[in-house]
């Protein structure tokens, strides 16, 4: 098995509801996007999938947060923009657009700030 990983960034607000500390009131974070994909095998020229394509890809899936209030972007407009909501999100759109029957994603992990980070992955 072969695992590629990518990093982009966003920068985005957004407030937790229901939580009772300074995370209630509208903040501000510079978002890194860590994302591994697994190949079961190398294509024709020996590589699981090239760089520039995966950071493409994952530069147009984040895109719709770029500078945005997450809290009025579909789905977080109901669920609370938290960094493991996000993973999940991220998670499932690279899905769509990676997974083959030689390619999937493997994990997402989400930093909010340089010492915390929350990561979503299936089984």
């Not at 190949?39 to 994952?58: G, V, W, Y």
């Not at 945005?68 to 769509?96: C, G, H, Q, R």
């Not at 994603?105 to 992955?121: F, H």
Request: hydrophobic share 40%; proline share 2%; glycine share 2%.
């Amino acid at each position: 098995m072969f695992e590629v990983t990518v990093e982009v960034s966003f920068s985005a607000a957004h407030q937790l509801r229901g939580y009772k500390g300074n995370c209630e009131n509208m903040h501000g974070h510079n978002w890194r996007v860590q994302i591994n994909v697994m190949a079961e095998r190398l294509n024709e020229i020996d590589i699981a999938l090239d760089f520039r394509d995966l950071k493409k890809i994952a530069k147009e899936v984040v895109a719709p947060l770029d500078h945005a209030f997450l809290n009025d972007v579909f789905p977080f407009t109901e669920k609370n923009p938290s960094s493991e909501n996000l993973a999940k999100w991220i998670y499932d759109s690279m899905k769509k657009k990676i997974n083959d029957e030689v390619l999937r994603v493997a994990a997402v992990t989400v930093w909010e700030s340089d010492t915390a980070s929350a990561s979503y992955y299936e089984e």
